[in-house]
């Protein structure tokens, strides 16, 4: 009898998490131990994650809890939702590392509530990444924001607690004034929520009937931050800058566009976006969300605003990509999940670096300092470099895949776009680079105290993840290729 | 299960089982008045609310899968005597009363004892049951005038509970002047039209009625009586616009009073326009299938909207609750409205959730107002942090009223926008989704009074002494039934498809 199967491995994607967090509470006296409860649930997390990536091929399933007739909180293992869940998890060892040295750096209090609610919210992406239908999706898709809001709340000031009002009533607002009605409108004309290869609806839903769908999903998921749905995510900077790494730049914001890419990829399937009368128009709101959030961070002087616009910029490509439902536009918004998560983690875990060592939130008040901190700037330049787009960065390849897309729809403009972007990040992200290289270096005495190693090291190794991930894209590309129904290997 | 659970009671007790349910708080009744104190009559309360919750259970197993009790009260046989008719669709709202009224009755100790004078508690319980006997008669009779009659012994009882809550507050009495005079009205109303019904039919008995009204759909007699029956239970159940005594009667009446009325006198008073609607009058009759689009559905989600815009306005936090009450019917009224066994369904579901959450926010309101004698939405700031365990169950009902997943709120939600789907109603689809926005404005702003300002001086200074158990342990049931109810979603669903299979059973045709 063999006690382990993939099925099982599936819920312990769920399970570990929450024992985890189960174990930070009840070491909540003992802080090493408690980090250790963390740490060790990370790494069995992302073993685990690992061994259901070489699954997935046999796309195991699994239901959890039977609600009622036709209603199943459900697992399905497949090739878009490994990839989430393996970007979160593995992401998720590195940035318990950081929070290590950021909250103890800064003193934070209540590390205790802190770590628990990043367990479950970790728990919770693992739900929307191996959810088998859109029910099971909206559930963990709902706990993640609810888990994620005493993290934004956390400092429990006003300003914090003003941002975490507005980040939940956005997030909580769109999921059930758009995104609830839009499910249970699936249920309806399909008769059940699965997500199914070539799309749930194809064939089931008239063109217009997907338009409106098409409405409802892309604004009722909130944590795609499609423009004008973004402004939970700057306000949501007021939180600890680990909680800004992993939920704002990987696991919530992406759990965002995950979902809304596994909607188009199994709910609608690429014909039937295609041929909704609405998906030229959300396609043009992605770009037109894309340039005008990058313009917005050129302005921004706080760090951490300027790589939350960053982030609404970023979030779009993916929006875009399945708006432009092509196979490779598909594969580029895909990429764009990984490529952007590490890149954008590195960043964010450099801005709470230089915080913790120098207090300093303005990019105006750095020049300079990458002399007094070399590590920490020169992994900042690496993710910035991977978030552009530049070759040799892990980043190019999704820009690459997209802006292809676009040109084979003949849509010039929407290319263009792109490459405005492009610009745009090299004009908001290169200048702290160059000037804290560059410029005459501060007095010494500007570094309060050095930032503690494991909030230097966790980006840098992130920022080697980026360029590494510049030759691992040939494996990724021929994981994701059967979804897409690309035929095999390579950059095309 | 069931049949073990049966088998515990003799035979002759089991037949006697619906008259039992309406004997046991009136007699209880008459017991309390002439009891001392208030803690043998809550004693009392006690005995005879678990008498009613274990009845209630058999009745419900008793017909299960579709059975029909038939019981001749005092042995004449109907339609000339009076009876009582349990099927699918009162079992449940049986169920409910039974339950919600023992967890009540365990809530109300402490509460009573520190909201109303130790010399009147014996009559307050007293009065408590006489309106607990109204409400089970209500949904027991199968008799359209007894039916009036029970309605006004509970409403009369109710009166009186709401006005005892003028000595926290003097606009107590104002609250219940005006309930008495609408009730009133509401009482006339229905039984004028039950009078219109039996000039009609020359039958009294529900079921006798609803055979003979198959042939006279024609009828101007009827069809008048059918629009003095909706006005009179509609406002009774506080359909919008019919609504303007239930946010003061909430408002002011003592804590237990509300959880209880909230969860289930105008539940009860729903399951009356449900058994008329449906049973008594046909949904084929076209007089009532035009009611439906055009009065039920237009009045809900009128309701659904105009009523939680105002909760929105509020700032004594049982008073946006009480509005809540009127916006969350609306759902209820529109699953009528509906129409179809899936909308009925969804309406007998959302009545069975609603008491789950209001029953657990009202109290969780009444140990704020023991511990801090707090309502206004501004004082209970910072009350997550001076009694967590009470602002937590508070925040998971609150939850299920916007209808966030894990709670049963989004199983009502769910079903509801199912059936109008079915039905092609997009536009209520559309209302549902304001109204949940508009709900989750205004739990939002209590939670976030509660969660997120901090505490004022004297709160941290009077948190030392604890919150009794009795008060704790009722509401953390229906908060944790919230969440239960999600996960095994099954049970409940059931009884609401089967209460809408009994209401859509009708006369034949």
Known sequence: MTVWSVELALVAALVIPLLGGAGVVALGRHPNLREAATLTAAVLLAINVAYLVGAAEARPEITLVHIAPGLDLAFRLEPLGALFAAVASGLWIVNSLYSIGYMRGNEEKNQTRFYLCFTIAIASAMGIALSANLLSMFVFYEALTLSTYPLVAHKGDARARRGAAIYLAILLGTSIGLLLPAIIAVQFIAGSTEFVAGGLLAGAASPLAAGVLLVLFAFGIGKAALMPIHPWLPHAMVAPTPVSALLHAVAVVKAGVFAMLKVGTYIFGPDLIAAAPTSGALAWIAALSIVAASVIALTKDNLKARLAFSTVSQLSYVTLGVMLASPIALLGGALQIVMHAWGKITLFMCAGGIYTATKKTEVSQMRGLGRLMPWTFAAFGIGAASVIGLPFFGGMWPKLFLTEGALDAGKLILAGALIASSILNVAYLMPLVGRGFFDRAPPAKEIRKPAPVLAVLPPVITAIGALLLFFLVGPIVDFLSPVFGLEGGGAP | ?509
């Open chain 2, 1 to 509: 299960m069931i049949e073990a659970f049966l088998a515990l009671f003799p035979a002759a007790v089991l037949a006697q089982a619906p008259a039992i349910m309406v004997a046991a708080p009136m007699l209880g009744a008459a017991l309390a008045t002439v009891l001392p104190g208030g803690r043998p009559a809550w004693v009392v309360a006690l005995f005879c609310s678990l008498i009613t919750a274990v009845f209630a259970f058999v009745l419900l197993f008793q017909t299960w899968g579709g059975e029909v009790i038939s019981y001749a009260m005092g042995g004449w046989a109907p339609p000339l005597g009076i009876e009582f008719r349990i099927d699918g669709l009162n079992a449940p709202v049986l169920l409910l009363l039974g339950v919600l009224s023992l967890l009540g009755v365990i809530f109300a100790l402490p509460s009573v004892a520190d909201e109303i004078a130790p010399r009147k508690q014996s009559l307050f319980y007293a009065t408590f049951l006489v309106c607990l006997t109204g409400l089970i008669g209500v949904t027991s009779t199968g008799d359209a005038f007894n039916m009036f009659v029970f309605l006004e012994i509970s409403s009369i009882a109710t009166y009186i509970l709401v006005a005892m809550g003028a000595e926290q507050d003097r606009r107590a009495l104002t609250a219940s002047f005006n309930y008495l005079v609408l009730g009133t009205i509401g009482a006339t109303f229905f039984v004028i039209g039950v009078g219109f019904l039996y000039m009609a039919t020359g039958t009294l008995n529900m079921h006798d009625m609803a055979l003979r009204l198959v042939e006279l759909d024609d009828n101007r007699v009827v069809q008048v009586a059918f629009a003095f029956v909706i006005v009179g239970l509609g406002l009774k159940a506080a359909m919008f616009p019919l609504h303007v005594w239930l946010p003061n009667a909430y408002s002011f009446a003592p804590s237990f009073v509300t959880a209880f009325l909230a969860s289930t006198a105008t539940k009860v008073a729903f399951y009356t326009l449900i058994r008329f609607i449906f049973d008594v009058f046909s949904v084929e009759a076209p007089f009532v299938s035009a009611a439906f689009v055009w009065v039920i559905a237009a009045l809900g989600v009128i309701g659904m909207i105009a009523a939680s815009v105002q909760a929105n306005f509020q700032t004594d936090a049982r008073r946006l609750l009480a509005f809540s009450s009127v916006g969350q019917l609306g759902y209820m009224l529109l699953g009528l409205g509906i129409g179809t066994a899936a909308g009925v369904t969804a309406g007998v579901l959302h009545l069975l959730n609603h008491a789950l959450m209001k029953g657990a926010l009202f109290m969780a309101l009444g140990v704020f107002a023991i511990r801090y004698g707090v309502r206004s939405i501004n004082d209970l700031r910072g009350l997550g942090r001076t009694m967590p365990a009470t602002a937590s169950a508070f925040s998971v009902a609150g939850l299920s009223l916007v209808g966030i997943p894990m709670t049963v709120g989004f199983v009502s939600k769910w079903y509801l926008v199912s059936a109008a789907l079915d039905r092609g109603w997009w536009w209520a689809v559309a209302a549902i989704a304001v109204s949940s926005l508009l709900a989750l404005g205004y739990v939002g702003r209590l939670l976030a009074s509660i969660w997120l300002q901090s505490p004022p001086e004297r709160a941290l200074m009077a948190a030392k002494d604890r919150i009794p158990v009795m008060m704790l342990a009722p509401m953390w049931v229906l908060a944790i039934a919230n969440v239960w109810f999600f996960f095994d979603a099954t049970p409940i669903v059931e009884l609401a498809r089967g209460a809408a299979e009994a209401a859509l059973a009708g006369a034949p045709r």
